[in-house]
């Protein structure tokens, strides 16, 4: 495994890592879409995520990495019984980033039968899948809008529920599966289903940068990270560090946060006049306003946060009229315009 | 100097690539399987040093041998877990060769793709298709650097590249300095010139000049290097190339684009562009920039999806008896099911007595259904004077049915004909971004070669059925052809023709359904749809809503 290349090295792509880092922040928004061509660096930014996120407190020994402080029953097939022996015994783990492939097989997403259990021993073992894997940490899907149809039906249902139920090849398995989801694509190979993009909280347009002195930094950088990926790394720690220091602060901070009752109003009205349907809109504007001021280290989210969020919280919701060639990005900054003034 | 500047330019490369294999990925060489391929393959090897591996993934490898896993068979006969490493991972620090890269599914592309990204081989795609009616999906192309033709014959005369010393460079190449920051710029500013926008494609170009200064001595890359990189990266992705350079004939198919940089016209640019485009076949330049709109439109619209192929994934069926075949899949509680009755009688004298002994009989094969795609292929008349009120409406349907597209399954493509050609103006897609972009300038007017466009329409539908899909095809006119196959004008002649190109239709069992637009049933297009095995609708007003009804009436069961 190559040492990932760091976050705080990654030139331009701002709305991408702010997006990223909301999600990080507050991962009840419900995950990051990115759109946009390919090699412009989505993946490397996903990847790079890895390496900020804090670390878990999970139950010693359980296979899904179950969260100590909840509820045992969650987990029945597996942590439920070591608690009940007494005091539970946790240790810390990475957060996890886990890569969903195209074409992975539903085995290898739900789980299945342990086929070296069953073969040598005889014995019906569940084997848990890149869902399980995924518990309270984020699953990644590159190229998500050529996810097959039957893959998409399984992650919509099990994002939405929470929760992986397996009733396959003789088992019978219902474990915690809540995690926050990240998909890349491009438009132009395929739509994306609907009823997976309102799964995600953000989208955001990722384009490659037409500047010449930033593509020229881009290439440098990845010239850098070539030659001595470590080296690079350890260029970048104090930043990364400072990052990572960021990110743990403003989780704790994020429940502090408050936002007012005029300013929620002003997110209503930009959600109505733009057309956004249900509330889900407003709930994700109000979320991510909150996460990017705690990111800021601030108590309260003012309009600036609004402004900065409105676009990758509403982009994706609006009303698809097929004639209409106007961007939703665009319609969005007239509404916050009229709305915030410009 | 075209075939020879070639052969040199790709045994250039295979030096480059052996120097750098993490920085450039891999190559896509182009060509029918040939001695020279095999020449270039044995060079890439004696560069990457004897001990290098080199694998090659056939297109139907199972996730087991890809991935590594479970022997099945030898688990089963062994009674313990028997591991077996997958191919990708024994192609780590050499080569992994995906032969007719341009049939293998997205799936396993993908796979490719994430595995070189965690741990690298050079990947070499065999891209063997013809006419560049198909091509390595484009997240494979993506991935390397290198898009070489393979010439006919093997490559002579490099003797100036076996002098020099790839083992050598290897060495030095991390110690290479920074190109200069004004040939970073020109390398920029050329790309943007020539329509590539992908960061990924600067990285190459910039590996590539790096590993050919290693190659040839040099400290840090120069303006030759750079050249180099241009001609090798650059250059077979470019999307428009400055069409002045041509100017005994008429420039090719897309249009030179404005400049977008004023900064273009810098003399270092001209000098780099110059040297570069120079040192290119001409016709190989123009022959870019008139396929490399179509060849990407395609990839990309065929990159999509799943095949129909039912014995992997999908949605489960019960299992049956059958024997275990590569790419089946053990449903392994039946198989173990079926054989323990048996387990007394067969476990006498056996070495265990906890596992049940399972024989070929027991075997039990799981089956998947899957949803097949359809492709519905409009052939929509757009000459004479009504043409444009036609296309509107047409338009109008498309963008229905793509508006639901996911939900059905569907993808669509649009054949457009007028004057003396049938366009395929939208190439079978499933995204309404595409297909809107691609709609947005057609004309109409002209006479009405109706008999190329049901050729057209003939060809694609095969094509789309090779990929797993089924086609419909959707004529839209009013039955009478005006041009010949051969181009030439003509009632009878067109007529003759039309009839037929839609009988091979019929032959190749192919479901059409020709909507009458004529304003009243002359019998043409009754005649047409009787000669094509076709159902036949007439609709004398077009509307958006009459095309789309008749369209869903028609679709193939999925």
Not at chain 1, 64 to 91: F, H, I, L, N, Q
Not at chain 2, 369 to 392: H, N, P, W, Y
Not at chain 2, 531 to 545: I, R, S, T
Request: contains cysteine; proline residues 6%; glycine residues 8%.
């Amino acid at each position: 495994m190559r040492t990932p290349f760091p976050f705080s090295a990654i030139v331009g792509q701002d709305d991408l890592k702010r997006a990223l880092m909301i999600a990080v922040v507050d991962p009840a928004i419900g995950g990051v879409m990115a759109f946009g061509d390919r090699g412009s660096g989505k993946s490397t930014a996903i990847r790079a995520l890895a390496a900020l996120l804090p670390p878990l407190q999970v139950v010693k020994g359980c296979a899904y990495a179950c969260d100590p402080a909840r509820d045992a029953a969650e987990c029945a097939s597996d942590c439920a019984a070591r608690r009940t022996k007494g005091a539970v015994k946790t240790e810390t783990a990475p957060t996890p980033v886990v890569d969903l492939p195209l074409g992975a097989t539903e085995d290898r997403v739900l789980g299945a039968l342990d086929l070296e259990r069953a073969l040598t021993r005889g014995e019906k073992r569940f084997e848990p899948g890149l869902l399980a894997r995924a518990h309270r940490g984020f699953l990644y899907v590159d190229e998500i809008n050529l996810l097959e149809d039957h893959l998409v039906d399984l992650l919509l249902d099990v994002a939405a529920s929470g929760e992986n139920i397996v009733e396959r090849e003789g088992l019978s398995i219902r474990h915690p599966a809540r995690f926050v989801l990240i998909g890349s694509g491009n438009p132009e190979e395929g739509e994306l289903r609907p009823q997976l993009l309102d799964r995600f909280g953000l989208a955001v347009d990722v384009r490659t940068p037409a500047d010449v002195a930033a593509r020229i930094a881009i290439v440098r950088a990845r010239e850098a990270y070539d030659r001595d990926a470590d080296a690079f790394a350890a260029a970048h720690a104090d930043a990364e560090r400072a990052l990572r220091a960021a990110l743990a602060q403003a989780r704790a901070r994020r429940n502090a946060v408050s936002i007012a009752d005029p300013l929620l109003a002003k997110i209503a009205a930009i959600c109505v006049q733009a057309g956004v349907e249900g509330l889900r809109g407003e709930l994700t504007m109000m979320r991510a306003a909150c996460a990017l001021a705690a990111l800021d280290g601030r108590d309260a989210a003012r309009e600036d946060d609004v402004r900065a969020v409105a676009a990758m919280a509403l982009r994706h919701r609006l009303r698809r009229d097929p004639l209409d060639d106007i961007g939703s990005t665009a319609r969005i900054d007239r509404v916050v315009a009229e709305v915030l003034g410009a | 100097m075209t075939e020879a500047l070639r052969g040199d330019d790709a045994a250039l490369a295979a030096a480059l690539l052996a120097i750098d294999p993490g920085g450039l990925g891999g190559v896509v060489l182009r060509g029918p399987p040939s001695a020279a391929r095999d020449a270039w393959i044995a060079d890439l090897k004696r560069h990457l040093g004897e001990n290098a591996p080199i694998r090659k993934a056939p297109a139907h490898i199972d996730d087991d041998r890809l991935l590594g896993g479970l022997d099945l068979a030898l688990t089963l006969q062994a009674g313990r877990p028997v591991l077996r490493a997958g191919l990708l991972h024994e192609a780590v620090g050499g080569a992994l060769i995906a032969p007719m890269a341009e049939r293998c599914s997205p799936a396993f592309a993908a796979r490719l793709a994430a595995a070189q990204e965690e741990a690298p081989f050079l990947l070499v795609a065999f891209d063997e298709s013809r006419d560049g009616d198909e091509a390595p999906p484009s997240i494979l192309r993506e991935r390397c650097a290198f898009w070489l033709s393979i010439p006919d014959a093997p490559p002579r005369g490099d003797d100036a590249i076996a002098s020099l010393d790839v083992a050598h460079a290897r060495d030095r190449v991390r110690a290479i300095g920074a190109a200069p920051d004004a040939l970073m710029h020109d390398l920029c500013l050329l790309a943007a010139r020539w329509g590539v926008t992908s960061i990924r494609t600067l990285v190459f170009a910039n590996a590539a000049a790096r590993a050919s200064a290693a190659l040839h001595g040099r400290d840090a890359p120069n303006e030759d290097d750079a050249i180099l990189a241009a001609r090798l990266v650059l250059a077979p992705r470019a999307v428009y190339v400055d069409a002045s350079e041509a100017p005994a004939e008429p420039p090719p198919a897309p249009p030179p684009e404005a400049e977008t940089s004023p900064a273009a016209a810098d003399a270092a640019v001209e000098r780099l562009v110059e040297a570069a485009e120079s040192a290119l076949p001409q016709d190989f330049l123009r022959a870019v920039a008139a396929q490399q709109a179509q060849r990407s439109a395609r990839a990309r619209a065929s990159g999509a999806g799943a095949r129909a192929k039912s014995a992997q994934r999908g949605r489960p069926l019960t299992s049956r008896p059958g024997a275990l075949r590569a790419g089946d899949r053990l449903d392994l509680v039946a198989t173990l099911r079926a054989a323990a009755p048996w387990k007394r009688l067969r476990s006498a004298g056996a070495r265990s007595e906890t596992i049940t002994p399972v024989r070929r009989a027991d075997f039990r094969i799981r089956r998947f259904v899957q949803k097949r795609e359809s492709t519905t292929i409009f052939v929509v008349d757009s000459s004479g004077s009504t043409a444009l009120q036609r296309l509107a409406e047409v338009k109008g349907a498309i963008q229905t049915l793509l508006a639901d597209a996911y939900v059905s399954r569907a993808r669509v493509a649009l054949i457009a004909f007028r004057q003396n050609a049938a366009d395929l103006v939208v190439p079978p897609t499933r995204s309404l971004t595409q297909a809107k972009r691609r709609l947005g300038d057609l004309m109409g007017g002209g006479a009405t070669p109706l008999a190329g466009a049901i050729d057209a329409a003939h060809a694609l539908a095969v094509a789309e059925r090779i990929k797993g899909r089924t086609p419909l095809i959707v004529v839209l006119s009013d039955g009478r052809g005006n041009v010949a196959r051969d181009g030439t004008k003509g009632r009878a002649a067109g007529d003759h023709d039309a009839r037929a190109a839609a009988a091979g239709l019929r032959a190749a069992l192919v479901d059409a359904v020709v909507i009458d637009c004529a304003p009243h049933d002359r019998g043409d297009a009754r005649a047409l749809a009787q000669a094509m095995g076709a159902a036949y609708a007439p609709l004398p007003f077009v509307h958006a809503d009459g095309v789309d009804r008749i369209v869903r009436a028609h679709a193939p069961p999925r």
